[in-house]
């Protein structure tokens, strides 16, 4: 399963400490593709819809425009990855439609990336890698590994 989606969140670098900034984060991603783990291509396809939250260290480094980071994250991650429904839409809990079946699992991520400086409200995100995964509550769950790459804008507040 290779999804596509966006991501969209809200981070404070609260403590400096040395080189190092700590902050916290808060984000949410909703990802999807038709290819799910029963099907080759233009099946039902999967979801993960997430919410986590967790903290970030920034390392300050002699290039000022140059933000690496890591960062670790926890929550909430909704997803039919791995399970099975028709193209009727009848699955074996007998819910009928094509509306997908989510299950709620513990989701976690570490997330390693370089943000570069360009305006004082404005980063440009170079890369974000992440790992992790899903791991079911209960029995009528899954659990998959979750790989991430991303790049994107970041805006900060003026305050």
Avoid: C, W
């Avoid at 969209?8 to 670098?13: A, E, K, N, T």
């Avoid at 039919?80 to 079946?101: F, H, K, M, Q």
């Amino acid at each position: 399963m290779d999804p596509l989606g966006g991501t969209g969140g809200v981070y404070y670098d609260f403590k400096k400490l040395g080189p190092v900034t700590l902050g916290a984060d808060l984000r949410g991603s909703i990802l999807t593709t038709k290819r799910g783990a029963y099907e080759k291509f233009n099946g039902g396809g999967a979801r993960i819809y997430s919410v986590l939250g967790g903290v970030r260290a920034v390392f300050h480094t002699p290039l000022a425009p140059l933000k690496p980071y890591v960062q670790g994250s926890v929550g909430l991650g909704r997803s039919d990855y791995g399970l099975l429904y028709s193209e009727a839409g009848v699955t074996d809990n007998g819910i009928v439609g094509n509306s997908p079946i989510l299950r709620n699992n513990f989701e976690y991520e570490g997330l390693a990336g370089l943000d570069i400086k360009l305006l004082p409200i404005l980063d440009y995100r170079v890369a974000e890698f992440g790992y992790g995964g899903l791991d079911p509550f209960g029995n009528n769950s899954h659990n998959y590994p979750i790989k991430q790459v991303s790049m994107g804008f970041v805006f900060h507040l003026p305050f």
